[in-house]
Protein backbone atom coordinates (compact mmCIF):
# COMPACT_ATOMS: atom_id res chain seq x y z
CA UNK A 1 0.00 0.00 0.00
CA UNK A 2 0.91 3.41 -0.63
CA UNK A 3 -0.24 5.22 2.87
CA UNK A 4 -0.01 9.13 3.31
CA UNK A 5 0.85 10.19 7.02
CA UNK A 6 -0.30 13.63 8.25
CA UNK A 7 0.79 15.68 11.01
CA UNK A 8 1.26 19.00 12.25
CA UNK A 9 4.96 18.62 12.76
CA UNK A 10 8.00 15.88 11.69
CA UNK A 11 9.49 14.31 15.01
CA UNK A 12 12.02 16.63 15.15
CA UNK A 13 9.71 19.05 16.24
CA UNK A 14 10.38 17.55 19.77
CA UNK A 15 6.27 16.80 20.55
CA UNK A 16 4.75 13.49 21.24
CA UNK A 17 2.02 13.22 18.80
CA UNK A 18 4.56 13.86 15.97
CA UNK A 19 7.36 11.40 17.69
CA UNK A 20 4.26 9.05 17.57
CA UNK A 21 3.54 9.58 14.03
CA UNK A 22 7.69 9.24 12.95
CA UNK A 23 7.26 5.75 14.94
CA UNK A 24 4.31 4.66 12.86
CA UNK A 25 6.15 5.76 9.57
CA UNK A 26 9.25 3.76 10.39
CA UNK A 27 6.99 0.79 10.91
CA UNK A 28 4.97 1.17 7.79
CA UNK A 29 8.10 1.25 5.72
CA UNK A 30 9.60 -1.48 7.32
CA UNK A 31 6.03 -3.47 6.71
CA UNK A 32 6.91 -3.19 3.17
CA UNK A 33 4.95 -0.41 2.42
CA UNK A 34 5.25 2.95 1.06
CA UNK A 35 5.28 5.24 3.64
CA UNK A 36 4.93 8.74 3.09
CA UNK A 37 5.08 11.33 5.65
CA UNK A 38 3.61 15.15 5.09
CA UNK A 39 4.40 17.47 7.98
CA UNK A 40 4.77 21.28 8.44
CA UNK A 41 8.40 22.32 6.77
CA UNK A 42 9.50 24.76 9.33
CA UNK A 43 11.44 22.09 11.00
CA UNK A 44 13.57 19.26 8.94
CA UNK A 45 12.81 15.75 8.50
CA UNK A 46 14.92 13.05 10.27
CA UNK A 47 17.42 11.61 7.49
CA UNK A 48 15.91 8.01 7.66
CA UNK A 49 12.42 9.35 6.41
CA UNK A 50 12.96 7.84 2.71
CA UNK A 51 9.63 10.03 1.78
CA UNK A 52 9.17 13.46 3.30
CA UNK A 53 7.05 15.93 2.19
CA UNK A 54 7.59 19.21 3.86
CA UNK A 55 4.69 21.84 3.97
CA UNK A 56 5.34 25.56 3.61
CA UNK A 57 3.31 26.49 6.59
CA UNK A 58 2.96 29.35 9.45
CA UNK A 59 2.57 28.61 12.86
CA UNK A 60 1.42 32.44 14.31
CA UNK A 61 -0.11 30.62 17.48
CA UNK A 62 2.74 28.09 19.23
CA UNK A 63 4.73 31.39 21.18
CA UNK A 64 1.59 32.95 22.15
CA UNK A 65 -0.06 30.00 23.46
CA UNK A 66 1.91 27.37 23.62
CA UNK A 67 -0.39 25.16 20.81
CA UNK A 68 1.36 24.75 17.67
CA UNK A 69 -0.84 24.73 14.80
CA UNK A 70 0.86 25.04 11.50
CA UNK A 71 -1.04 27.02 8.40
CA UNK A 72 -0.23 25.70 5.13
CA UNK A 73 -0.19 27.78 2.42
CA UNK A 74 -1.16 27.84 -1.23
CA UNK A 75 2.09 25.45 -2.12
CA UNK A 76 1.40 23.52 0.89
CA UNK A 77 -1.78 22.95 0.10
CA UNK A 78 -1.42 21.75 -3.18
CA UNK A 79 1.42 19.34 -1.96
CA UNK A 80 -1.05 17.73 0.14
CA UNK A 81 -3.62 17.48 -2.97
CA UNK A 82 -0.96 15.83 -4.90
CA UNK A 83 -0.13 13.30 -2.37
CA UNK A 84 -3.87 12.39 -1.60
CA UNK A 85 -4.14 11.32 -4.88
CA UNK A 86 -1.38 9.33 -5.23
CA UNK A 87 -2.50 7.42 -1.51
CA UNK A 88 -4.36 4.36 -1.18
CA UNK A 89 -4.88 5.06 2.13
CA UNK A 90 -4.59 8.19 4.71
CA UNK A 91 -3.20 8.27 8.44
CA UNK A 92 -4.15 11.67 9.88
CA UNK A 93 -2.68 12.11 13.75
CA UNK A 94 -5.60 14.52 15.71
CA UNK A 95 -8.35 16.07 14.01
CA UNK A 96 -7.94 19.97 15.13
CA UNK A 97 -4.85 20.83 12.84
CA UNK A 98 -5.55 23.05 9.73
CA UNK A 99 -3.42 20.43 7.71
CA UNK A 100 -5.68 17.64 9.17
CA UNK A 101 -8.78 19.63 8.18
CA UNK A 102 -7.86 19.91 4.85
CA UNK A 103 -6.59 16.12 4.16
CA UNK A 104 -10.01 15.03 5.42
CA UNK A 105 -11.54 17.63 2.96
CA UNK A 106 -9.28 16.59 0.20
CA UNK A 107 -10.10 12.61 1.03
CA UNK A 108 -13.57 12.94 0.40
CA UNK A 109 -13.08 14.96 -2.36
CA UNK A 110 -11.24 12.24 -4.02
CA UNK A 111 -12.40 9.16 -2.14
CA UNK A 112 -9.71 8.15 -0.85
CA UNK A 113 -10.03 5.93 2.96
CA UNK A 114 -9.10 8.15 6.43
CA UNK A 115 -7.67 6.45 9.13
CA UNK A 116 -7.92 9.44 12.01
CA UNK A 117 -5.77 8.44 15.05
CA UNK A 118 -7.06 11.11 17.94
CA UNK A 119 -4.51 11.67 20.70
CA UNK A 120 -6.06 14.44 22.68
CA UNK A 121 -9.42 15.92 23.63
CA UNK A 122 -10.00 19.14 25.83
CA UNK A 123 -6.92 21.33 27.12
CA UNK A 124 -7.72 23.30 30.47
CA UNK A 125 -6.05 26.00 29.86
CA UNK A 126 -5.61 29.18 32.45
CA UNK A 127 -7.29 31.69 30.39
CA UNK A 128 -11.22 31.23 30.17
CA UNK A 129 -11.11 32.89 26.77
CA UNK A 130 -8.75 29.90 25.58
CA UNK A 131 -10.58 27.43 27.43
CA UNK A 132 -13.48 28.60 25.54
CA UNK A 133 -12.30 28.68 22.01
CA UNK A 134 -11.11 25.06 22.71
CA UNK A 135 -14.71 23.75 23.85
CA UNK A 136 -16.17 25.59 20.45
CA UNK A 137 -12.84 23.98 18.34
CA UNK A 138 -13.93 20.69 19.59
CA UNK A 139 -17.73 20.48 19.11
CA UNK A 140 -17.71 22.34 15.53
CA UNK A 141 -14.14 20.37 14.18
CA UNK A 142 -13.07 17.54 16.35
CA UNK A 143 -16.45 15.98 16.63
CA UNK A 144 -17.18 15.81 12.61
CA UNK A 145 -13.94 15.07 12.31
CA UNK A 146 -14.67 11.53 14.15
CA UNK A 147 -17.37 11.04 12.17
CA UNK A 148 -16.21 12.02 8.87
CA UNK A 149 -12.98 9.15 8.68
CA UNK A 150 -14.13 5.65 7.75
CA UNK A 151 -11.93 4.66 11.23
CA UNK A 152 -11.21 6.35 14.27
CA UNK A 153 -8.20 5.13 16.62
CA UNK A 154 -7.77 6.90 20.07
CA UNK A 155 -4.76 6.32 22.34
CA UNK A 156 -6.12 6.81 25.60
CA UNK A 157 -9.40 5.44 26.75
CA UNK A 158 -10.11 9.08 28.72
CA UNK A 159 -9.86 11.00 25.45
CA UNK A 160 -12.50 8.40 23.37
CA UNK A 161 -14.95 8.81 26.49
CA UNK A 162 -14.46 12.69 26.50
CA UNK A 163 -15.31 13.04 22.94
CA UNK A 164 -17.79 9.95 22.28
CA UNK A 165 -18.55 9.41 25.43
CA UNK A 166 -19.24 5.82 27.07
CA UNK A 167 -20.35 3.93 25.53
CA UNK A 168 -18.47 4.93 22.58
CA UNK A 169 -21.57 6.59 20.42
CA UNK A 170 -19.17 5.30 16.77
CA UNK A 171 -17.53 2.20 16.02
CA UNK A 172 -13.54 3.07 17.08
CA UNK A 173 -10.46 1.49 18.60
CA UNK A 174 -8.58 1.65 21.28
CA UNK A 175 -4.74 1.16 20.60
CA UNK A 176 -2.47 2.32 22.69
CA UNK A 177 1.10 4.28 21.68
CA UNK A 178 4.43 1.57 21.34
CA UNK A 179 7.21 1.95 23.34
CA UNK A 180 10.57 0.51 21.86
CA UNK A 181 11.72 -1.85 23.60
CA UNK A 182 15.15 -2.34 22.32
CA UNK A 183 15.27 1.10 24.04
CA UNK A 184 13.36 1.57 26.96
CA UNK A 185 14.03 -1.00 29.33
CA UNK A 186 14.82 -1.63 33.20
CA UNK A 187 18.58 -2.68 32.19
CA UNK A 188 21.15 -0.25 30.91
CA UNK A 189 23.22 2.68 31.38
CA UNK A 190 22.20 5.32 33.38
CA UNK A 191 22.56 9.02 32.95
CA UNK A 192 24.82 11.35 34.46
CA UNK A 193 22.64 13.69 36.61
CA UNK A 194 23.59 17.00 38.68
CA UNK A 195 24.06 15.84 42.56
CA UNK A 196 21.00 16.17 44.84
CA UNK A 197 20.36 19.31 46.54
CA UNK A 198 20.74 17.95 50.10
CA UNK A 199 21.63 14.52 51.46
CA UNK A 200 18.92 11.79 50.53
CA UNK A 201 17.10 14.24 48.18
CA UNK A 202 15.26 12.76 44.89
CA UNK A 203 15.92 13.32 41.67
CA UNK A 204 12.49 14.49 39.68
CA UNK A 205 12.90 14.42 35.97
CA UNK A 206 10.37 16.09 33.36
CA UNK A 207 10.76 15.31 29.52
CA UNK A 208 8.14 17.54 27.26
CA UNK A 209 7.50 20.74 25.79
CA UNK A 210 8.33 23.67 27.67
CA UNK A 211 4.75 25.08 27.63
CA UNK A 212 1.57 25.71 29.31
CA UNK A 213 -0.38 23.30 28.91
CA UNK A 214 2.77 21.14 29.71
CA UNK A 215 2.69 22.35 33.35
CA UNK A 216 5.92 24.66 33.29
CA UNK A 217 4.58 27.00 35.49
CA UNK A 218 3.40 24.49 38.21
CA UNK A 219 7.00 22.93 38.17
CA UNK A 220 8.86 26.36 38.66
CA UNK A 221 6.23 26.90 41.77
CA UNK A 222 7.39 23.50 42.93
CA UNK A 223 10.63 23.99 42.53
CA UNK A 224 10.85 26.85 44.34
CA UNK A 225 8.74 25.95 47.45
CA UNK A 226 11.15 22.56 47.22
CA UNK A 227 14.86 22.99 47.79
CA UNK A 228 15.17 19.42 48.63
CA UNK A 229 13.93 18.33 45.14
CA UNK A 230 16.07 18.27 42.08
CA UNK A 231 14.71 19.17 38.84
CA UNK A 232 15.74 17.65 35.73
CA UNK A 233 14.14 19.05 32.69
CA UNK A 234 14.58 18.00 29.46
CA UNK A 235 13.27 19.73 25.86
CA UNK A 236 13.00 22.87 25.02
CA UNK A 237 9.91 25.41 23.90
CA UNK A 238 8.98 28.91 24.31
CA UNK A 239 9.38 29.06 27.99
CA UNK A 240 12.78 29.62 29.68
CA UNK A 241 13.26 27.16 32.76
CA UNK A 242 16.70 28.34 32.64
CA UNK A 243 15.50 32.29 33.87
CA UNK A 244 13.91 31.02 36.86
CA UNK A 245 17.20 31.61 38.58
CA UNK A 246 16.25 28.05 40.77
CA UNK A 247 19.53 26.66 41.76
CA UNK A 248 17.60 23.65 41.98
CA UNK A 249 16.37 23.20 38.28
CA UNK A 250 18.47 21.82 35.51
CA UNK A 251 17.89 22.52 31.83
CA UNK A 252 18.73 19.57 30.28
CA UNK A 253 17.61 20.37 26.33
CA UNK A 254 16.09 17.93 24.22
CA UNK A 255 17.56 14.06 24.23
CA UNK A 256 18.48 11.48 21.61
CA UNK A 257 16.21 8.03 22.80
CA UNK A 258 18.94 6.48 23.89
CA UNK A 259 20.17 9.38 26.45
CA UNK A 260 16.36 9.64 27.51
CA UNK A 261 16.30 6.03 28.14
CA UNK A 262 19.68 6.76 30.56
CA UNK A 263 17.61 9.58 32.17
CA UNK A 264 14.89 7.35 33.31
CA UNK A 265 16.92 4.46 34.34
CA UNK A 266 19.01 7.39 36.59
CA UNK A 267 16.15 9.56 37.88
CA UNK A 268 13.71 8.65 41.05
CA UNK A 269 10.78 9.81 39.39
CA UNK A 270 8.84 11.11 36.92
CA UNK A 271 6.92 14.48 36.92
CA UNK A 272 4.56 15.67 34.16
CA UNK A 273 2.21 17.70 35.84
CA UNK A 274 0.01 18.82 32.39
CA UNK A 275 -3.22 18.74 31.12
CA UNK A 276 -5.29 18.16 27.74
CA UNK A 277 -3.36 15.20 27.63
CA UNK A 278 -4.42 11.74 26.03
CA UNK A 279 -1.60 9.33 27.20
CA UNK A 280 1.72 11.08 26.77
CA UNK A 281 4.51 9.14 25.48
CA UNK A 282 6.95 10.19 28.12
CA UNK A 283 4.74 8.10 30.98
CA UNK A 284 4.81 4.79 28.74
CA UNK A 285 8.86 5.28 28.20
CA UNK A 286 9.52 5.56 31.91
CA UNK A 287 7.03 2.51 33.21
CA UNK A 288 9.15 0.55 31.01
CA UNK A 289 12.49 1.98 32.32
CA UNK A 290 10.46 1.03 35.95
CA UNK A 291 10.33 4.58 36.78
CA UNK A 292 7.93 5.59 38.86
CA UNK A 293 5.20 8.36 37.73
CA UNK A 294 3.61 11.28 38.57
CA UNK A 295 1.04 12.99 36.19
CA UNK A 296 -1.59 15.32 35.67
CA UNK A 297 -5.70 13.32 35.67
CA UNK A 298 -6.97 11.98 33.95
CA UNK A 299 -3.82 11.01 32.16
CA UNK A 300 -3.02 7.97 34.55
CA UNK A 301 -5.97 6.73 33.49
CA UNK A 302 -5.28 6.26 29.57
CA UNK A 303 -4.73 2.61 30.10
CA UNK A 304 -6.98 1.28 32.67
CA UNK A 305 -4.28 -1.53 32.78
CA UNK A 306 -1.63 0.61 34.09
CA UNK A 307 -3.68 2.67 36.68
CA UNK A 308 -2.54 1.06 39.51
CA UNK A 309 1.40 2.33 38.49
CA UNK A 310 0.50 5.77 38.05
CA UNK A 311 -0.03 8.39 40.85
CA UNK A 312 -2.75 11.07 39.34
CA UNK A 313 -3.10 14.62 40.94
CA UNK A 314 -5.52 17.30 39.48
CA UNK A 315 -3.36 20.20 37.85
CA UNK A 316 -5.58 24.11 37.60
CA UNK A 317 -2.88 25.95 35.55
CA UNK A 318 -4.69 28.66 36.76
CA UNK A 319 -3.63 28.04 40.54
CA UNK A 320 -0.04 26.97 39.87
CA UNK A 321 0.75 27.18 43.54
CA UNK A 322 -1.89 25.04 44.73
CA UNK A 323 -1.35 22.82 41.97
CA UNK A 324 2.79 22.41 43.29
CA UNK A 325 0.98 21.35 46.35
CA UNK A 326 -0.65 18.36 45.37
CA UNK A 327 2.36 17.42 43.14
CA UNK A 328 4.58 17.61 46.50
CA UNK A 329 1.98 15.37 48.54
CA UNK A 330 1.78 12.58 45.46
CA UNK A 331 5.54 12.67 45.39
CA UNK A 332 6.21 12.18 49.30
CA UNK A 333 3.29 9.87 49.35
CA UNK A 334 5.63 7.45 46.87
CA UNK A 335 7.54 4.30 48.14
CA UNK A 336 8.05 2.36 45.48
CA UNK A 337 9.11 -1.19 45.43
CA UNK A 338 11.65 -3.17 43.57
CA UNK A 339 8.84 -5.76 42.97
CA UNK A 340 6.30 -3.11 41.96
CA UNK A 341 8.73 -0.85 39.48
CA UNK A 342 9.54 -4.68 37.86
CA UNK A 343 6.10 -5.42 37.59
CA UNK A 344 5.02 -1.98 35.80
CA UNK A 345 8.19 -2.30 33.71
CA UNK A 346 7.27 -6.15 32.45
CA UNK A 347 3.85 -4.49 31.50
CA UNK A 348 4.96 -1.77 30.11
CA UNK A 349 7.23 -4.24 27.68
CA UNK A 350 3.97 -7.03 27.41
CA UNK A 351 1.31 -4.04 26.01
CA UNK A 352 2.88 -0.78 24.38
CA UNK A 353 4.82 -2.24 20.87
CA UNK A 354 5.08 0.26 17.65
CA UNK A 355 4.87 -2.78 15.97
CA UNK A 356 1.38 -3.90 17.52
CA UNK A 357 0.21 -0.52 16.75
CA UNK A 358 1.21 -0.21 13.13
CA UNK A 359 -0.29 -3.08 12.30
CA UNK A 360 -3.82 -2.30 13.75
CA UNK A 361 -3.77 0.82 11.96
CA UNK A 362 -2.98 -0.86 8.73
CA UNK A 363 -5.63 -3.31 9.31
CA UNK A 364 -7.87 -0.37 9.56
CA UNK A 365 -6.86 1.00 6.16
CA UNK A 366 -7.00 -2.22 4.80
CA UNK A 367 -10.46 -2.84 6.18
Not at 15 to 38: C, D
Amino acid sequence: MRILTVSHFFDSHGGGVERVAGHLVRQFAAMGHESIWAASGETPPDSDIANPVPLACVNPTERLTGLPMPIPGPRGLAALWHEVGRADALVIHDALYVTSIAVMVMAKLRGRRVVLIQHIAAIPFASRLLRGVMRLANLLVTRPMLWAAQEVVFISATVREDLLGSPPRRSCHLVFNGVDGAVFRPDGARGLLPDAQSAGGRRVLFVGRFVEKKGLGVLRALAAARGDLTFLLAGAGPIDPASWGLANVHVLGVQTAAALAGLYRAADLLLLPSVGEGYPLVIQEAMACGLPVVCGQPADRADPGAAAWLRGVPIDLADTEGSARACAAAIDALAPDKAGREAMAAYAARLYSWRTMAEAVLACARR
